[in-house]
């Protein structure tokens, strides 16, 4: 729809402009390239004690500490008042971590419940082809009965979580091995996924490595950063 002409002072709006375009030609056009500046300013111009109070860190988490080890340290060295993460990640897993600082630890529980992408290489225990673990594979691809495992620090409770997309980026037969993407609900344990595959090809499987790729809409792309 064609934009209305600029009424003169005094003279009546037609009926059948939307009342969103009253006076459209006075309005405060926001863009990538202006800011308004009572409202603030550009991200570039920024100061950083802003970013301390209301951003976060999308921190690339190394193998071994945990993620509350990591969002402590984080905290002692930003000085910060409060710090929390957007969904733990076992000791041996790395990737994508989420620390809220200060005012925005509030998202915690937005970005902690929303989807989950990880990177997993499985090990089967046995010889198969890799029609057989196509097959296996699909099974998987929606709402999946799991049980955390005994090493979890959540109750032991039989849960339903939804598996949203399960890609083979590799396999290789010679090793009896695969990499999988694994696109999931929060709270999906990838560990217990990869038993279940190998229940149902009737070889078994392991969960032989690990890496989160994505938390909600933010990946390891997106300005990723190391503990160093």
Known sequence: MALPESCPQGKKIPDDV?????????MIVRSSKYTPIPAGCTPSKRPIGQYLKYGFLNVDKPAR????????????FLNADNAGHAGT??????????????????????QAEDGKEYICVIKLHGDATLHQFEQACRKFIGRV?????????????????????LEILEFASESNSAILRIKCEAGTYIRCLC???????????????LRRSRTGQVSEFHNSVTMH
Not at 147 to 163: A, C, F, I, Q, Y
């Open 65 to 76: 500490p945990s993620s509350h080890e990591i969002t402590a340290w984080t905290k002692k």
């Open 18 to 26: 939307p009342i969103l375009l009253h006076h459209w030609e006075d």
């Open 145 to 165: 009965f799991q049980k955390p495992p005994e090493v979890s620090g959540v109750k032991k409770k039989l849960r339903v979580r939804r598996v949203y997309e």
């Open 195 to 209: 038993e279940h595959i190998g229940l149902v090809m009737g070889i078994g499987a392991h969960m032989l490595e």
């Open 89 to 110: 990640l076992d000791p041996g897993v790395t990737g994508t971590l989420i620390i809220c600082l200060n005012n925005s630890t509030r998202l915690v529980k937005s």
